[in-house]
């Protein structure tokens, strides 16, 4: 069963910034794309950020382009998200997962099992 740990979220004001982190395995991170997900109140969880394990290909959802960026440290086995000039509507618990090269295109994971995530909260 795929594993995924979450951390780096928080409470943060309009504006601010916060820099997520997700560990996986050594066979996940260097098979797949890692992908980040979020998933607002009342809401479905939707796609936030994709990267490729080869070649720094990446993909953003229109609502976090030029704001969001997702990088991977293959090192460590962990992919961040760095979340700049946050607003409200960022507001949400976020996931990692990670996608074929046609699930970083279409924003599907690949792996039915989540970890527990990081809550978000951007208010004032």
């Known amino acids: 069963q795929a594993q995924f740990v979450e951390s780096g979220g928080g409470l943060v004001q309009p504006g601010g910034s916060l820099r997520l982190s997700c560990a996986t395995s050594?066979?996940?991170?260097?098979?797949?794309?890692m992908m980040w997900y979020r998933q607002a109140p009342g809401k479905e969880r939707e796609f936030v950020a994709g990267l490729r394990a080869v070649g720094d290909i990446s993909r953003y959802a229109d609502s976090v382009k030029g704001r969001f960026t997702i990088s991977r440290d293959n090192a460590k086995k962990t992919v961040y998200l760095q979340m700049n000039n946050l607003k409200s509507e960022d507001t949400a618990v976020y996931y990692c997962?990670?996608?074929?090269?046609?699930?970083?295109?279409?924003?599907?994971?690949?792996?039915?099992?989540w970890g527990q995530g990081t809550q978000v909260t951007v208010s004032s």
């Open positions: 997962n990670a996608a074929s090269i046609s699930g970083l295109t279409d924003g599907t994971p690949h792996f039915g099992s």
């Open positions: 050594e066979f996940i991170f260097s098979t797949y794309a």
